[in-house]
């Protein structure tokens, strides 16, 4: 599975991809935001993104909303890994088209659960 | 006249910074008594900034003796951590993002908007708080050694 992770934070990418290798991905494509993210989505290929809510130059939300709206990548699932906590925002991110949502502080496990469901 | 952080603001991010190091680092860290930071002279060597808008006006730090950050660090990311590099600059910098993110479930009525994080290094640097509120200081005990959260809130209206 090509999988795309966007988050600002080099170690909040780094702390993903460990627990993605754990689970058997290695194909991980990283982006430090939301403009970095929709350039290397149009490369094609990717069938997950996981997507932070803030950074700098184009929010994880507003990325999502540019995602669900390309008919080339509306298909993608986007689970949101942020520090997002309320439920108004997680509810936004669903509205918006997001597959799943991850509060950080989480525990490893909880990612590779939802990245799971995903599979399914 | 400024006045102190209100308990119930203040709860809610020592409930976050313990969850962030339960959940992060699987590690249990107790909170001690809180103290007024003004006078208290409290220095460190690293320390991770939150700018807090919306209903409510502050911010949130997590500051680190250097050898506590690198220990701190080395848990969270999973991989040993021996220098003051961008690594831990960066990794300071999300632990006060997830805590001040997670605080903010507990303070929807404030509508709170966080600011992405500043990273402040320099070897028995001071956090001083704002002018309209006298901040308030969580000094945590944990395996990985000690460290503070400050936190500074004032709710608008």
């Known amino acids: ?120 | 006249m400024a006045s102190p952080v209100k308990v119930e603001h203040i709860n809610p991010f020592i409930s976050a910074t313990l969850e962030t190091f339960k959940s992060m680092m699987r590690t249990t860290i107790t909170p001690g008594k809180i103290i007024l930071v003004k006078g208290a002279h409290l220095s460190y060597d690293i320390s991770g900034i939150i700018g807090l808008s919306g209903g409510a006006k502050g911010t949130v730090t997590l500051s680190f003796p250097k050898i506590t950050a690198l220990k701190t660090v080395s848990e969270f990311i999973g991989e040993k951590v021996v220098t003051m590099d961008d690594t831990v600059k960066d990794a300071i910098g999300e632990l006060a993002n997830i805590v001040a993110g997670a605080a903010k479930k507990d303070l929807t009525q404030y509508k709170i908007s966080i600011s992405l994080p500043t990273v402040i290094i320099g070897e028995n640097h001071e956090v001083q708080g704002g002018k309209e509120c006298i901040p308030l200081a969580v000094p945590f005990s944990s395996p990985l050694g000690n460290f503070n959260l400050i936190v500074s809130f004032k709710s608008e209206g």
């Open chain 1, 1 to 120: 599975m090509k999988i795309l992770l966007v988050d600002d934070s080099s170690t909040m990418r780094r702390i993903q991809k460990n627990t993605l290798e754990k689970i058997g991905h290695t194909d991980v494509t990283e982006a430090e935001d939301g403009v970095d993210a929709i350039k290397k989505l149009a490369a094609g290929g990717f069938e997950l993104v996981l997507m932070d809510w803030n950074m700098p130059n184009m929010t994880g939300i507003e990325a999502l909303k540019k995602i669900k709206a390309d008919p080339a990548t509306k298909d993608i699932p986007v689970i949101m890994v942020t520090s997002e906590s309320e439920k108004t925002r997680i509810m936004e991110a669903i509205q918006s088209g997001a597959a799943n949502y991850v509060v950080k502080p989480f525990q490893p496990e909880t990612l590779a659960e939802k990245i799971s469901s995903i599979k399914k």
